[in-house]
């Protein structure tokens, strides 16, 4: 029950703003994609690789739920497993809303209200089995699968294009996930 609280508190973390330094990119600068089908994106996910984050760490096969709700938002449930793959359980509950209503690309996630973050969906496959997800601050990064484990030219690819869109892909890690 601690470690689910703290979990909770320090994924809410992440919605804390922060100005983004000089040598970042502006936030006006970070493309999204041109549309999400909010239908098609809920669902299972799980974390490939990542910007490092104090809340994830010593977390293994870190994995996302995203279920639409009645009221148009996204429950967002964070499931992460500490020290390894068979260590405690650790869950962050959180609801997501579109801010931007004509893509569904740019949403804000908050796991303890009223601190929101940043998700904006960078890159996404056609057939909605992976996405790159980040923030205009640059300093949260995702790549995300439908599957435990995603190629590696898709990673490189998507790696490429986050530095290319001013994010430090060399402080990004891979997450351990089972097969």
Known sequence: MRLNLV???????????????PSKAAASDLPTV?????????????EIAALPQWFEEGCFGVQADYALRDDGKVSVVN????????????????V??????????KLAVSF???????????D?????????????????LWILS?????????IEA???????????VTQVRRMVQAE
């Open 7 to 21: 979990f909770s508190i320090a994924i809410s973390m992440l919605g804390c703003v922060t100005a983004p330094s």
């Open 34 to 46: 041109e549309y999400v089908d909010l239908q098609r994106y809920i669902g299972h996910w799980y």
């Open 79 to 94: 499931t992460c497993y500490e020290g390894a793959l068979d260590g405690p359980v650790k869950t962050a509950n959180g």
């Open 96 to 105: 997501a809303r579109v801010v931007d209503v004509q893509t569904n690309a």
């Open 112 to 122: 303890f209200w009223p601190f929101e973050g940043d998700y904006w969906i960078l």
């Open 124 to 140: 996404l496959a056609d057939d909605y089995s992976y996405v790159l997800v980040g923030a205009p601050d640059r300093e949260s």
């Open 146 to 154: 439908r599957t435990p484990q995603l190629d590696e030219t898709i």
């Open 158 to 168: 998507l790696l490429t294009k986050a530095a290319a869109l001013g994010f430090d």
